[in-house]
């Protein structure tokens, strides 16, 4: 396989420009980096000033008309209307204007996450939300989903199954305190019944003695008359 110089490079990424081959086949054959080649595609473009609404670049091809609606803050669903291009070609060139912002390791990034964009964005807001935007919070966020993520499943699987025991144990315990509260009604039940049985005896035998009071006296009487 030929290898190419420096020169020779810079022509081929001109001639694939050119043609609208996309910054990821263009890397690819000339083995540039987004970054080597959005410079190069920069250089031969030129710089325009910030007034160039009005440039006609109908004589342009459909990646330079993107790169320029790019520039102008359209988002992609504009472009791809406008241009009428397809979701994955908008992709492509809006990756390429990334690259030729010097972004072309937020297209590397974007190219290996979009798939998984929505949980990279929840994980991003959650994290936002918290307040964990910064260096050493995320490092270590990374640690715990990184290495401690499956202890701490044991553990809650742990703390679970010790719930669980605790909830067991507490329905138990309290099947018991249920069953004595019910003695204890029972037994408070008959207490009272031997209590009215007691307090009956006791008239009875207060009864029987003044009965028996009033049979002695009566007999003491007789016992005084016959003498």
Known sequence: MQVLNRHEKEQLVVRMHEAGKT????????????????????????QTNDDDDDIDLSNKSKATQALHLFK???????????LDLSVNEVHDLQQEFW????????????YEIKNHLDL???????????????????????????????????RCQQLSNDVLEL?????????????????ITHLEKSLSWYKMEIKQKKEIISNLDQQLNHKSDALEKLLLADK
């Open 120 to 154: 990279f964005l929840r994980l991003f807001h959650t994290l936002k939300k918290n307040k964990l935007i910064n260096q050493k919070d995320i490092q270590t966020v990374l640690r715990y989903a990184a290495f401690d993520i499956p202890t701490l499943e044991n």
């Open 23 to 46: 910054m990821r086949d263009i890397a690819s054959a000339a083995h540039l980096s987004f970054g080597d080649i959005g410079k190069i595609i920069k250089r031969i473009d030129g």
């Open 99 to 110: 690259a030729l912002n010097q972004l072309d390791e937020l297209a590397l990034v974007y």
């Open 72 to 82: 102008n803050g359209k988002k992609p669903i504009d472009v791809a209307i406008e």
């Open 167 to 183: 909830q067991l144990r507490k329905k138990k315990l309290g099947d018991e305190v249920a069953t004595q509260c019910s003695s």
